[in-house]
């Protein structure tokens, strides 16, 4: 939740009998403008349904190897370049790895335009009922965001049994323990991120 969000709502959440916040980086936000009774309960991700194969997604997409997947708005606050630089840091040394973004957004012609090795494939939109296919293919997820509330791609990562690297902001860091089901780095130090996506990469066990 933006502040102005929180701000414009106040008098109306002051009033309810029940305050829930969906992590511990919102409820946070809340206390300051008084509002200190508010429980956690985190967001409920639902089953995710793969009716493709990965065969089939491989084939689609010409993945022949170790697949890096970001699913997301290309927007600001998810981070996107973050992950771009960190790629182009990766694919420098190494060949052996495909960066799979899923998704579109008001982002979509610069990233795009720094999407030049071969080895960064962009899907673009995947209908809900079949994202868990590209989940599937996937050998690490990453969440670059600058901020997030809660953390879905997370989650839902989680649930495909797949292990994240995040960054260490807002509601990522209920989810994402570090060295437990994940990699943590700080926002927006996409060098770090490329050594944690190597790290990852390099240990098929690893935060599984």
Same mark, same amino acid.
């Given at each position: 939740?933006?502040?102005?969000?929180? &701000?414009?709502?106040?008098? =109306?959440?002051?009033?309810?009998?029940?305050? +829930?916040?969906?992590?511990?980086?919102?409820?946070?936000?809340?206390?300051? +403008?008084?509002?200190?009774?508010?429980?956690?309960?985190?967001?409920?991700?639902?089953?995710?349904?793969?009716?493709?194969? $990965?065969?089939?997604?491989?084939? !689609?997409?010409? =993945?022949?190897?170790?697949?890096?997947?970001?699913?997301? !708005?290309?927007?600001?606050?998810?981070?996107?370049?973050? =992950?771009?630089?960190?790629?182009?840091?990766?694919?420098?040394?190494?060949?052996?790895?495909?960066?799979?973004?899923?998704?579109?957004?008001?982002?979509?012609?610069?990233?795009? $335009?720094?999407?030049?090795?071969?080895?960064?494939?962009? $899907?673009?939109?995947?209908?809900?009922?079949?994202?868990?296919?590209?989940?599937? +293919?996937?050998?690490?997820?990453?969440?670059?965001?600058?901020?997030?509330?809660? &953390?879905?791609?997370?989650?839902?990562?989680?649930?495909?049994?797949?292990? +994240?690297?995040?960054?260490?902001? &807002?509601?990522? !860091?209920?989810?994402?323990?570090?060295?437990?089901? &994940?990699?943590?780095?700080?926002?927006?130090?996409?060098?770090?991120?490329?050594?944690?996506?190597?790290? =990852?990469?390099?240990?098929?066990?690893?935060?599984?």
């Amino acid at each position: 939740m933006k502040a102005r969000e929180i &701000g414009k709502n106040i008098p =109306l959440l002051k009033e309810a009998d029940r305050k +829930v916040a969906i992590s511990h980086a919102v409820k946070q936000k809340l206390e300051p +403008v008084g509002i200190n009774d508010a429980i956690v309960i985190p967001n409920f991700v639902e089953e995710l349904s793969a009716k493709t194969t $990965a065969d089939e997604i491989r084939k !689609r997409h010409r =993945l022949k190897n170790k697949v890096v997947l970001f699913v997301g !708005r290309f927007s600001y606050e998810k981070g996107v370049p973050v =992950l771009m630089k960190a790629a182009e840091k990766v694919l420098a040394k190494r060949s052996d790895v495909t960066f799979l973004l899923v998704g579109k957004g008001p982002m979509e012609n610069e990233i795009k $335009a720094m999407a030049r090795n071969e080895n960064i494939v962009l $899907a673009g939109d995947v209908a809900f009922d079949d994202v868990g296919s590209y989940y599937n +293919v996937a050998d690490v997820v990453v969440v670059s965001s600058f901020m997030e509330a809660f &953390g879905r791609t997370a989650a839902e990562a989680f649930s495909m049994k797949k292990p +994240v690297i995040a960054a260490g902001i &807002g509601g990522l !860091r209920d989810i994402v323990e570090m060295n437990e089901n &994940g990699l943590v780095y700080s926002v927006r130090d996409f060098e770090t991120l490329a050594e944690n996506i190597n790290e =990852l990469l390099d240990d098929g066990q690893k935060c599984r």
